[in-house]
């Protein structure tokens, strides 16, 4: 009775027999490995990165608002606004799992020169609060606000460049107030923003929460309180202790919904993606294994006369094509990786032109990718396990050769 480990010593000197056809066909493996690796990492570094930016610049771990206040709406009425939003941020900056609280006012308005007009979206801010560091890490130009500030804004590097806004230059600043009232008025600019975001940057007006509670007319009432925490983890438990009436808690989850929403669509066009990947690899498996058939029918009319019966010989042909898989896997991995580092720690550049169509999203010039090791041995298995499954048409096709029939073939 031949042992396994005679298959496979069989199957292995096959291989290393015809070695020119086994590394182009590993080589085939490995690259069909390595462009699904390489999809992979970049769906998974582009959620990691866009969360973590959006969360860090733009909606916190978790948002105190009233139970009223619609964000799309961007409302002044004073039903719709937290009260007395200092004092709401002091006692939730003293849980010990928040590690800030910043209260901030959200307005849309409109930014004038004298040569043109284009709507923006005014924001409100304490310049002190830790939250906004990438704003007071961003200014490229001019400098960064103070709390008692009056009169002086920052507005975003992009839109100034498109406005053709300088730092010092006077601009008209026109929004509704709290009671609906036009306002209007002129500021000086005394920055300008580049967080790297130009979604976020390129039609934000930024004034101190002061002043833009002043220049909307809503008294101390903020649109949100914006709560970064220590962990995570602790945003649902954290939401609880701070739920009390006539206001509502939102985390990262509930503020980041269209962005994990747009990830769970992007894995299904992905996995879509992965199977054409594969499916053209066993294209191209099945023929290399099927002509490697063709050219051994002596061998195999040899080892059926001999006495090896058609489940052996399927047997035999079936385990060179999962050597072959083993063999294009770990190459695969090989050059998988190389491809994933690159991803991750240079990334690819995108216009700022394209970036700027995704408004609202911290989604920055460089696409990253990441490393997702459970992920990539899902796909490993995959094509591992989808070769094994085409190698068994070549296989069969050898077992069923008749011996007189294989031999007569030269």
Sequence with gaps: MMTMAKFFTIAYRNLVRNRRRTVLTALVVALGLVVAMSFSALLDGMLVSMLADNIRVSTGHLQIRNKNYEADKASLLYQDLLKDGETLAAQAEALPEVQSAAPVLWNSGLLSTPQESLGVEIVGLDPDDAFHAPIREGIAAGEFLKSNDRGRILIGQRLAKEMGITVGQRVSVAARDADGQGQEKIFTVAGLVDTGFPGIDQNRVIL???????????????SSIILMLHNQEDAARVATELQG????????????????????????????LYAIVFLVVAALIANTLLMSVFARAREIGILAALGMNRSRILLLFLI??????????????????????????????????????????????????????DQFAILSLMLLAIVALVSLYPAWYAARMEPVEALHSL
């Design 320 to 373: 060179e094509g999962i050597l072959l898989g083993l063999l294009g896997t770990a190459a695969g991995w090989a050059l998988g990786l190389g491809a994933v580092s690159y991803l991750t720690f240079v990334g690819i550049p995108i216009p700022a032109e394209t970036v700027s169509l995704v408004e609202g999203f911290a989604f920055g010039t460089t696409m990253y990718g990441g490393f997702a090791p």
């Design 245 to 272: 009436p006539d206001i509502q808690i939102l985390t990262w989850e509930d503020l980041n919904s269209l962005l994990l929403q747009s990830w769970e669509v992007g894995i299904v066009y992905y996995y879509v």
């Design 208 to 222: 101190p929460l002061a002043e833009a509670q002043s220049f909307s007319g809503v008294g101390n009432r903020v």
